[in-house]
């Protein structure tokens, strides 16, 4: 075992941890964006955003309605005795979402931050598979129980990189399909595609990545 190694186990632990499964063992999808309350921590801010700036085309009332939406969730994370990070990681991001957009002056400002979060992910996955750790093997593997015992097998090694460039996949089409329409100024469309482009999109690439990785059982002799 290489110094890296606990680190490694450590990360992967800890990023297992945000993909949820059943008792089977079977992926959970909903459980792994948060439920039905994930997703609309997700979406709602951001709509609410953009649902005022359309209707009364105040900047200003827009961003005060974000935060107060992004606040509501993490109250209410934080009356159920929900974890302090956890409760106050979606309102942070609303926050740095909204002083974009108030610095800039700009509506579209709000989803620069998205750009830079979908780069950043997008080089981080495309590393791992570089380096021939593929990010989603590392998940999957701990969930799996496989650990990193997958990097033996070429096959294994293979099916988690192409769950991992899925995922790639999805980030990167979120910046071709949103910068054109950043640049074009064209906020309700960025907006919206933000929207339907995010968590659902997201949870369906997990679930197919999983899918794909599964262990095939051995054919049984005719």
Request: proline share 4%.
């Amino acid at each position: 075992m290489t110094s890296q190694d606990p680190l490694r186990q450590q990360f992967s632990s800890s990023a297992a941890r945000r993909v949820s499964t059943r008792e089977d063992g079977s992926l959970d999808v909903m459980g792994s964006v948060g439920g039905w309350r994930g997703i609309m921590e997700a979406a709602l801010p951001a709509t609410s955003f953009l649902t005022a700036y359309i209707i009364m085309g105040d900047l200003a009332i827009a961003i005060v309605l974000a935060i107060a939406v992004g606040a509501v969730f993490a109250v209410v994370r934080l009356v159920q005795r929900g974890s302090l990070v956890q409760s106050l990681s979606g309102l942070a991001g609303v926050l740095i979402c909204a002083a974009f957009a108030h610095f800039s002056g700009e509506a579209r400002g709000y989803y620069v931050p998205g750009f830079f979060i979908n780069i950043a992910y997008i080089l981080a996955l495309t590393i791992s598979i570089a380096v021939k750790w593929p990010l989603m093997g590392v998940i999957f593997g701990v969930i799996r129980g496989e650990g990193f015992e997958w990097r033996q097998d070429k096959v294994r090694r293979r099916g988690y990189a192409l769950a991992t460039w899925i995922i790639t996949a999805v980030l990167a089409s979120r910046l071709i399909v949103q910068l054109p329409l950043y640049f074009a100024d064209n906020e309700t469309a960025l907006g919206v595609t933000r929207v339907v482009m995010g968590v659902p999109l997201y949870a369906f690439a997990l679930w197919l990545g999983w899918m794909i990785t599964r262990e095939r059982e051995p054919s049984s002799a005719p």
